[in-house]
């Protein structure tokens, strides 16, 4: 493909608008040839001094048109699988924002969709594997730099939750990220979850315990621990602590100008992850329009929105048990096996 991909952009909420305005602004290779979203004045006003796109009310009406190439999805997650079907039918190139899809038996089928194409045209928007520290992190992990990984301590907080957000996208919408970098750090997948439920704020909304405390499992032991706290009032923070056998290492940390002025020093709190993985998402997204143009995908695969998918599940089980949950996965099909993610041989679990 020579030509500028022409991205159709599904879902105009808070990460589409903020997509189009990266399309548009500061990727090269493509540009935004429609928006769609239910609310049709969401999409309008998304579109609003792009000449080159149309604002639309479903992706239907996006995927009979002949001037569109490429598909970025940015709907809620429980949207995805019907749309990245269509997607695939058409044999288009799609970035998809986590979740894949909501549960794992959904996320095979998409599995299966592709292989059925017999090549990769998902990727999923695991942004954070485009961060820098991150990428460093797993660098240092995979060449041992400091001896063999023992432990991971993570800590996962939001401001506050937008209005619906439940105790289950505790697990599906925020953990589902650290679920993948623990597998993309590790270079494992993970075999079990467990949930454990404390004091809670009174900051957040009924229904929801906040924070929760996950404790994660890789095939050859490495522990991991999360913190989610997603009405943590004082702004944004993802944080990774890597315990090796010769080192700690830290990244996420508090960055940007360190201000010493009359009466006070410091700097500023990240307001949120727009901010935080900003420069992780334009890297993303110029990684997938790349490899798009070739054929290829840029990050993440299909099965890597699958094996979270099922971790989340397994999360979302944990719970509600507080039970310690085994992560069931299918055996890798060989299209995705030049992704380094699994020691064991997995048997079939998901029809
Ligand atoms: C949100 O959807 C994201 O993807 C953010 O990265 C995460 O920090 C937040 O918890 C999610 O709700």
Redesign the pocket.
Known sequence: MSENLRVAVIGAGRMGADHVQRLNHRITGAEVAAVVDVDLTRAQVAIEGISSAVALSSAEEAFARDDINAVLIATPGFLHEDILLQALALDLPILCE?PLTPDAASAWKIVEAEQRLGHKRVQVGFMRRFDAEYARLGEMMHGQELGATLMVHCA?R?PDTPAGFTNTMLIN??VV?EFDVIRFLTGEEITSVQVRLGRATRNAPVGQHDPQHVLIETESGILADVEIF?NAQFGYQ?TTQAVFEQGIVNIGEDGGPYVRSTGRWGGNVTPS?IER?GTAYDVEVQAWVDAARRQDIGGPSAWDGYATAACCEAGVEAQLSGEKVTVQLNAKPALYRDSATSILEPAAVHA
Do not use: G, Q
């Open positions: 986590k996962h939001n919408d925020s990220h997603v993802v992850f993985f």
